[in-house]
């Protein structure tokens, strides 16, 4: 079951997934259009409008959902999911911008992932993904509907809520090697998207210290639109590498075995799977900086040897600390959130270890940290009308 949790929430995707699920439904769309297109009506949930305005789209230095849908018109392969974006070129881009104006945007007070996409040409076709960014659900073509299925990403979310942090710990010890041939593709990908944020001017990462800087970099350069694959978490890029590459380098930096780092960064990623199938996959809170930070937690308290009371305790100290970090839509500044949950992993690392913890009932924080997380899920829940006002504010000095 937990293998099968980890193929749900673990994929490759070029860009924030937000565009990139709006590029899909285009590319689908185009597979059954007939004639040129004459206009583009794109109607989607606030929390995925939230994080797609002010987002760098994949090779270009361009934002907005009018670019993404066009690129994704006139280059975007449906077949290649959320890497839609993979065949970007700068030809491509510039005949995009021209034609961005066939496209309208609009988004309704919906909470969950919701994007309704209509392609018109000499015929009319209608694609719906509903719950995750990959997940096709409806597609109607001139009033014939030719796929409606039940979306089964909610049965998914209960499977991830059914099982236990012990039985994460407990799979962690064997997992089966087909999820270890994607944790090591998890950490290439990951770790270069960083390395290269480095070498990038004008990347927040370069002016930052320590293992937070790694962070920065990789989720700076993402954000800016750089051309890359990222191995997305629970569907999120930014927690991907939020969750993987502090994990990655603590392992470098004590010179554990490629077995035991991989096991750890393993940790990582299905704790943070664990905590957003309870907080949803779109929330008012940011998941890179708050839940994605715990999973890294647990991970590098695995790396040093610590008892499984203490990468519990590991996690419930970064979750009862920086959950009220809000998510106020997909930007480069994500990067320094994402910066503060990693410096927020390390010193509950250094606290767990030491058995100094935040005590039970201070705030919303309980003894057991499964109890923790479910009160997550009503918090975050109370935040709602947060995502709704915020975007009022994207884009506007």
Do not use: W
């Not at 309704?108 to 994007?115: G, P, S, T, V, Y």
């Not at 940790?267 to 907080?279: D, E, P």
């Not at 109890?371 to 709704?388: A, G, Q, V, Y």
């Amino acid at each position: 079951m937990i293998r099968n949790v980890f193929f749900d929430n673990v994929k490759l995707s070029y860009g924030c997934t937000e565009p990139v699920a709006v590029g899909l439904s285009v590319a689908v769309g185009k597979d059954y259009l007939k004639g040129e297109l004459e206009r583009l009506e794109i109607v989607m949930d606030r929390n995925t409008y939230k994080n797609g305005l002010e987002v760098g789209i994949p090779g270009t230095h361009l934002h907005g959902f009018e670019i993404a849908a066009m690129l994704a018109y006139l280059v975007g392969d449906s077949k290649l999911g959320l890497e839609v974006f993979k065949n970007v070129t700068t030809e491509m881009i510039s005949k995009a911008y021209e034609m961005k104006d066939k496209v309208t945007v609009k988004y309704e007070n919906d909470m969950r992932l919701h994007i309704k996409t209509k392609l018109v040409g000499e015929n009319e076709v209608i694609v719906e993904i509903t719950d995750s960014h990959d997940n096709v659900t409806r597609i109607v073509v001139d009033g014939d509907e030719i796929l409606n299925v039940q979306s089964s990403v909610n049965f998914k979310k209960e499977t991830a809520r059914s099982i236990t942090l012990n039985e994460i710990f407990d799979y962690v010890q064997n997992p089966e090697e087909d999820v270890l041939e994607i944790v090591r593709q998890a950490i290439q990908y990951n770790v270069e998207i960083s390395r290269i944020g480095l070498d990038t001017q004008g990347n927040f990462g370069r002016i930052l210290e320590g293992i937070p800087r790694y962070v920065a970099a990789g989720v700076d350069q993402r954000m800016s639109g750089a051309l890359l694959p990222v191995m997305t978490v629970a569907g999120s890029g930014n927690q991907g590498i939020s969750c993987i590459v502090p994990v990655a380098v603590v392992a470098d930096e004590l010179g554990v075995s490629q077995d035991k780092k991989e096991k750890a960064i393993l940790l990582s990623i299905l704790v943070t799977i664990y905590i957003k199938a309870y907080t949803g996959m779109l929330t008012p809170i940011c998941g890179a900086g708050s839940i994605a930070s715990a999973g890294a937690a647990a991970g590098i308290v695995y790396l040093k040897d610590g008892t499984v009371e203490q990468i519990k305790n590991s996690i419930n100290n970064v979750l009862a600390t920086l959950f009220g970090m809000t998510c106020d839509g997909a930007k480069r500044s994500c990067a320094l959130k994402a910066s503060i949950g990693t410096q927020m992993a390390l010193n509950s690392v250094k606290l767990s270890l030491n058995d100094t913890n935040i005590p039970c009932g201070n705030g919303f924080a309980a003894k057991d940290v499964e109890e923790t997380i479910r009160r997550l899920e009503l918090l975050t829940n109370s935040l709602r009308n947060f995502d709704e006002d915020v975007i009022n504010f994207i884009g506007h000095c």
